[in-house]
Protein backbone atom coordinates (compact mmCIF):
# COMPACT_ATOMS: atom_id res chain seq x y z
CA UNK A 1 0.00 0.00 0.00
CA UNK A 2 1.61 3.56 -0.88
CA UNK A 3 2.03 5.69 1.66
CA UNK A 4 -0.89 8.60 2.11
CA UNK A 5 -0.60 11.35 1.04
CA UNK A 6 -1.66 14.20 2.99
CA UNK A 7 -0.74 17.51 1.76
CA UNK A 8 -4.23 19.10 1.87
CA UNK A 9 -3.85 18.87 6.12
CA UNK A 10 -1.51 20.75 6.27
CA UNK A 11 -2.99 24.09 7.43
CA UNK A 12 -1.06 26.46 10.01
CA UNK A 13 -3.22 26.25 13.86
CA UNK A 14 -4.75 22.85 12.44
CA UNK A 15 -5.20 19.97 15.03
CA UNK A 16 -4.61 16.62 13.43
CA UNK A 17 -5.45 13.43 15.44
CA UNK A 18 -4.12 10.12 14.89
CA UNK A 19 -3.70 6.33 16.30
CA UNK A 20 -0.36 4.74 16.94
CA UNK A 21 0.19 1.40 16.48
CA UNK A 22 3.74 1.04 17.67
CA UNK A 23 5.80 -2.20 17.18
CA UNK A 24 4.34 -2.68 13.72
CA UNK A 25 6.06 -4.35 10.75
CA UNK A 26 6.96 -1.07 8.94
CA UNK A 27 6.66 1.74 8.71
CA UNK A 28 3.20 3.53 6.93
CA UNK A 29 0.52 5.52 7.96
CA UNK A 30 -3.35 4.62 6.23
CA UNK A 31 -6.39 6.78 6.58
CA UNK A 32 -9.72 4.87 7.51
CA UNK A 33 -13.55 5.69 7.60
CA UNK A 34 -11.94 9.33 7.90
CA UNK A 35 -9.63 8.27 10.93
CA UNK A 36 -5.53 8.54 10.06
CA UNK A 37 -3.47 5.44 11.90
CA UNK A 38 0.14 5.73 11.90
CA UNK A 39 2.01 2.52 11.80
CA UNK A 40 5.68 2.14 13.55
CA UNK A 41 8.64 0.07 13.72
CA UNK A 42 10.22 1.67 16.48
CA UNK A 43 9.40 0.52 20.56
CA UNK A 44 7.22 3.15 22.58
CA UNK A 45 9.93 4.04 25.12
CA UNK A 46 11.59 7.29 25.92
CA UNK A 47 9.58 9.39 23.56
CA UNK A 48 11.29 7.23 20.42
CA UNK A 49 7.74 6.34 19.24
CA UNK A 50 6.19 9.86 19.14
CA UNK A 51 9.43 11.04 17.57
CA UNK A 52 9.02 8.54 14.68
CA UNK A 53 5.10 9.13 14.18
CA UNK A 54 6.40 12.92 14.28
CA UNK A 55 8.80 12.21 11.31
CA UNK A 56 6.68 10.06 9.29
CA UNK A 57 3.25 12.49 9.58
CA UNK A 58 5.44 15.88 8.60
CA UNK A 59 6.85 13.63 5.55
CA UNK A 60 3.14 12.47 4.53
CA UNK A 61 1.98 15.97 5.39
CA UNK A 62 4.90 17.55 3.23
CA UNK A 63 6.12 20.12 6.45
CA UNK A 64 9.14 20.15 8.22
CA UNK A 65 8.90 17.71 11.61
CA UNK A 66 9.74 21.00 13.71
CA UNK A 67 6.27 22.55 12.70
CA UNK A 68 4.24 19.37 14.25
CA UNK A 69 3.95 19.92 17.92
CA UNK A 70 2.13 16.91 19.98
CA UNK A 71 0.02 18.69 21.93
CA UNK A 72 -1.98 15.51 23.42
CA UNK A 73 -1.56 12.14 24.09
CA UNK A 74 2.29 11.71 25.18
CA UNK A 75 1.74 8.58 26.69
CA UNK A 76 -1.47 7.54 24.74
CA UNK A 77 -2.21 5.61 21.23
CA UNK A 78 -4.56 8.48 20.49
CA UNK A 79 -2.43 11.49 19.82
CA UNK A 80 -3.30 15.20 18.69
CA UNK A 81 -0.15 16.77 16.75
CA UNK A 82 -1.00 20.89 15.61
CA UNK A 83 0.81 22.20 12.98
CA UNK A 84 2.50 25.71 14.07
CA UNK A 85 2.83 28.81 11.80
CA UNK A 86 6.43 27.84 9.36
Do not use: C, W
Request: hydrophobic share 45%; charged share 25%; glycine share 6%.
Amino acid sequence: MAQEELSHLAVAGAEIAVRVTPKASRNRIIVQDGAIRVYVTTVPEDGKANAAVQKLLAKALGLAKSRLTLVRGQTARDKVFRISQS
